[in-house]
């Protein structure tokens, strides 16, 4: 994870804008060397500008968008979605340190503890083989991150993972309405995936990653809620609701 960089007239998502909340404070409080981050004025503008910005986009393409079906043999009888537990954080590091991700131990357990957030695995037996970290802020999904170990790529581990987050409980019974994440540019079976289930375009964070690569926000319309259904497990059982 990366906190804010550059950004151009168009970057401030609310990923951003809930890091800043939990870095700086809440909206309108102040630091010593700066005046305030964020005010409601500049939150509300954001969000009309979004709004207006992703509507029509999305109402052609979210509504008919279909969510991505794989076979639940091509990924063994012993695949399994479930919610995380503070017994997991060793192997969520392990994922991390996989994908090269700047995620470490008390990062993930932090996550995993959050009231606000979602962490799921995907498991094949025992081993962890895909991570998903989410926060739900008042109506709104942010992903964090979705990962999935180089060995078990291309199988629609990601697109299970994301179907199983939307579709979950939880998120139904907040009425969520839209659902945001970044990607890093350039990433173009990521940016496939989640055009693949209905995610747009939205703006450009310049900057953002370590390396000095852009990061691509893109939106999900969840308003009216879209069908999307919770995929199959391979061994019968009913997916994990949080």
Not at 52 to 74: G, I, Y
Request: aromatic content about 4%.
């Amino acid at each position: 994870m990366n906190v804010e960089t550059s950004i151009d007239s168009f970057a401030y998502g609310p990923i951003s804008l809930a890091m800043a909340l939990l870095a700086h404070g809440p909206v309108g409080s102040t630091n010593s060397a700066h005046q305030p981050l964020l005010t409601p004025t500049l939150v509300r503008a954001h969000r009309l500008v979004t709004a207006s910005a992703v509507t029509k986009s999305l109402s052609q393409r979210v509504r008919a968008s279909a969510v991505t079906k794989h076979s639940p043999a091509a990924l063994g009888p012993n695949f399994k979605i479930r919610t995380a537990t503070a017994h997991d954080v060793a192997a969520l590091a392990a994922v991390a340190e996989q994908c090269n991700l700047d995620w470490d131990e008390p990062a993930l357990q932090r996550e995993c503890e959050r009231d606000f957030g979602a962490v799921f695995v995907a498991t094949s037996g025992v081993e962890v083989i895909a991570i998903l970290i989410a926060w739900l802020i008042a109506d709104e999904v942010q992903i964090l991150e979705v990962a999935v170990v180089p060995a078990h790529r291309r199988k629609g581990i990601g697109t299970r993972l994301l179907t199983t987050l939307l579709s979950a409980k939880r998120i139904q019974d907040a009425a969520a309405t839209t659902a945001w994440l970044e990607v890093k540019s350039g990433n173009e079976a990521a940016v496939a995936l989640y055009n693949g289930l209905g995610f747009v375009e939205t703006g450009l964070r310049r900057g953002y990653y370590a390396d000095g690569s852009d990061a691509v926000m893109m939106c999900l319309d969840l308003s009216p809620p879209l069908a999307i259904h919770p995929p199959p497990q391979p061994s019968g059982d009913p997916v994990v609701r949080v």
